[in-house]
């Protein structure tokens, strides 16, 4: 019976690391409500301009407000770019309005209540919340960085270095 439940644990693990989101694949479709009272769709973007996914754990808690708040003080870092860029978590959306207030957050919070948008970018953590991972997508809906080593203090910093890295066009 050991021998049997370590084999299925060994080829779930498996199947989870083959179907992880990688640099060079196509983004998974989305449909996610957002603190700005819109909803925003993958069909927004596709070849039209990059995107980027902060996803985040969890809104009041220490570290999704510094990296929110770091965001919020430095956009226009990023605003330098021809990007849209979002901060996501699997949050009701009512938290994530309270929270983009209560952080002056001038761009889109996106929840996923559900967690399939998630699971689908590969951010689902085994409790049920986000893992802190920035997605980066390009015009043609290509999954161009994953950034898994987010620093919460120096996000939006880190995010504009990304996009200048990635060669995402100046505004």
């Known amino acids: 019976m050991f021998i049997r439940s370590s084999l299925l644990m060994l080829l779930t693990s498996l199947a989870l690391a083959v179907s992880a989101l990688e640099v060079g694949d196509a983004a998974p479709d989305f449909e996610l409500a957002a603190s700005d009272g819109k909803t925003y769709q993958l069909a927004d973007f596709k070849g039209k301009q990059a995107f980027v996914i902060a996803w985040f754990p969890k809104a009041y808690t220490s570290g999704c407000t ?3 708040k770091s965001l919020a003080e430095n956009g226009e870092l990023i605003r330098a770019f021809d990007v849209s860029y979002f901060m996501a978590s699997v949050d009701p959306l009512a938290d994530n309005i309270g929270f983009a207030k209560q952080q002056n957050a001038d ?5 996923d209540p559900d967690k399939q948008v998630a699971e689908a970018y590969g951010v689902l953590a085994a409790g049920g919340y986000a893992k802190r991972h920035t997605i980066y997508v390009n015009k043609q809906g290509i999954v161009a960085k994953i950034d898994r080593a987010v620093k919460p203090a120096s ?3 880190d995010m504009a270095a990304n996009l200048a890295a990635l060669g995402v066009a100046a505004r």
Do not use: D, G, R, T
């Open 107 to 111: 761009f889109p919070l996106l929840s």
């Open 66 to 68: 510094i990296e929110c």
């Open 155 to 157: 996000s939006a910093q």
